[in-house]
């Protein structure tokens, strides 16, 4: 039997900048029989609205649930600090990091951080000062393993994730397409 897997992957950016009609559109596009949300555990309104969880993960998730979909969360442990010792929110570094980061996304749409030039914008030289990215590439690592253990066989797969993440999924995962950076195929490769 020939495999009949296709695996896309969507880059978003959390918070307020990526609009769920957009997101949905998408969804909508890539008709998926499977979405995988970078996510821990099920997400709940009530973290939803505590913000726990990036809303648009949240979305993507219960917009694949309401449809009778596959779906699963591939996050680790959201309670894990990938600060340096130390280190935090309240840092001066970090308060630069963060208007230096909104600076940027602010200039550009959400989907223009699939696109690999735009996304290397949001390397800050100050993100290793702040993290430890031997745990940030653990994570990455152990992201991916969940991924290939929840993924179904020969269907189409939609994997939803911050942009952040896109450069390792597509040099782990290589036969996953970015349809934010070409057309949107539909189910026949049209």
Same mark, same amino acid.
């Given at each position: /039997? %020939?495999? /009949?897997?296709?695996?896309?992957i969507?880059?978003? %950016?959390? @918070?307020?900048?990526?609009?769920?009609?957009?997101?949905?559109k998408? &969804?909508?596009?890539?008709?998926?029989?499977?979405? =995988?949300?970078?996510?821990?555990?099920?997400?709940?309104?009530? /973290?939803?609205?505590?913000?726990?969880?990036?809303?648009?993960?949240? #979305?993507?998730?219960?917009?694949?649930?309401?449809? @009778?979909?596959?779906v $699963?969360? #591939?996050?680790?442990?959201?309670q894990?600090?990938?600060f340096?010792?130390?280190? @935090?929110p309240?840092?001066?570094?970090y308060?630069?990091? /963060?208007?230096?980061?909104?600076? %940027?996304?602010?200039?550009?749409?959400?989907?223009?951080f699939?696109? !690999?030039?735009?996304?290397? =914008?949001?390397?800050?030289?100050?993100?290793? &000062? =702040?993290?430890?990215?031997d745990? !940030?590439?653990?994570?990455?690592? %152990?992201?991916l393993?969940?991924?290939?253990? =929840?993924?179904?066989?020969?269907?189409?797969?939609?994997?939803?994730? $911050?942009? @952040?993440?896109?450069?390792?999924?597509?040099?782990? &995962?290589?036969?996953?397409?970015?349809?934010?950076?070409?057309?949107i195929?539909?189910?026949?490769g049209?």
């Open positions: /039997m %020939i495999n /009949m897997r296709e695996i896309f969507i880059g978003t %950016i959390h @918070g307020k900048y990526t609009p769920k009609e957009e997101l949905q998408i &969804l909508e596009d890539l008709e998926p029989d499977q979405v =995988l949300v970078e996510l821990t555990g099920v997400p709940s309104l009530e /973290m939803k609205a505590r913000q726990i969880y990036a809303e648009e993960l949240v #979305f993507a998730y219960h917009w694949a649930k309401d449809r @009778g979909l596959e $699963g969360t #591939f996050d680790v442990d959201s894990h600090s990938y340096i010792k130390g280190k @935090g309240n840092d001066q570094e308060k630069k990091l /963060m208007e230096n980061q909104q600076s %940027i996304i602010e200039k550009h749409s959400w989907k223009e699939n696109n !690999e030039t735009v996304n290397n =914008l949001l390397n800050d030289p100050l993100l290793p &000062l =702040l993290f430890n990215m745990n !940030e590439n653990q994570r990455e690592k %152990i992201m393993e969940n991924i290939k253990k =929840l993924m179904i066989e020969n269907d189409r797969i939609v994997i939803v994730t $911050g942009a @952040g993440h896109l450069q390792f999924f597509e040099s782990n &995962l290589p036969e996953a397409k970015i349809p934010l950076r070409t057309k195929p539909d189910k026949s049209q």
